[in-house]
């Protein structure tokens, strides 16, 4: 995957033991007609850079998130998942629509190390999904992200995306390890294509540095102005 994200570095900061994170639901757009197009927007423990370079990844990763993706038809689909690298991300049944206020919550057991829980709130329908399961993680990083997956092509070419024309994603009152994520510029990502081109960019952080905007096919990306309630 490539990714538009803010990550927390192990680096500069500590181990990750738990993570959570709001934000709207994105209303998702075809942007090229008669393409199917894919997107994902979630926070999680793992996967990211582990220095600045980005010359060491952490090859673990407990994610859970939205998708929201777009048929060749032009029709929208969104849904809520979890997944623990290297199994395959799996759907709930958790209704979800574009506008909802979203919550998700990712953390070990203080009692039982490896023991996470996963919990996907739709605050907006009061309606949640929950699952305790065993994960052995490196604790790398942390991340709240907007990405579409590297798609390879029946004839073997490699691309990016494509991504949809996603509204803005507007991620807030972000923690790790039980704290606000006190956000710097330094941790940010872009979403690049191979040829480096841009396709989705983050803001700078918000006045109180727990959130921040994610922003697809635009050139700057504005800070958010208002707190999600």
């Known amino acids: 995957m490539r990714r538009s994200a803010w990550l927390l ?3 500069v900061r500590t181990t990750f033991h738990s ?3 709001e934000w709207l639901v994105p209303k998702a757009k075809q942007l090229k007609a008669g393409e199917a197009e894919y997107s994902s927007s979630w926070i999680g423990i793992g996967g990211g850079c582990l220095d600045t370079a980005c010359t060491l990844f952490d090859s673990t990763l407990i994610q859970a998130g939205i998708g929201h993706d777009v ?3 032009g029709s929208a689909d969104y849904y809520a998942w979890w997944e623990t690298v290297p199994a395959p991300l799996i759907r709930t049944g958790l209704v979800v629509r574009p506008g909802d206020h979203m919550r998700v919550d990712i953390a070990e057991s203080a009692l039982a190390p490896e023991v996470w829980t996963i919990t996907i709130a739709n605050l907006s329908t009061s309606i ?7 994960y052995t993680s490196t604790y790398g990083t942390a991340e ?3 990405e579409t997956p590297v798609v390879i092509s029946d004839t073997g070419a490699v691309t990016v995306g494509p991504m949809p024309d996603l509204a803005i994603v507007h991620f807030d009152n972000a923690t790790a390890n039980g704290l606000p994520a006190a956000f710097v510029a330094a941790e940010q990502m872009q979403l690049v294509d191979f040829d480096l081109s841009l396709i989705a960019t983050p803001s700078l952080p918000d006045s109180d540095t727990d959130g921040f905007n994610d ?12 707190e999600l309630r």
């Open 19 to 21: 993570i959570s994170g």
């Open 215 to 226: 922003c697809a096919h635009r050139k700057s990306c504005p800070t958010p102005r208002s």
């Open 71 to 73: 048929d060749a038809a």
């Open 144 to 146: 709240w992200v907007i």
């Open 9 to 11: 570095v192990l680096a």
């Open 128 to 134: 949640s999904f929950g699952i305790t399961l065993p």
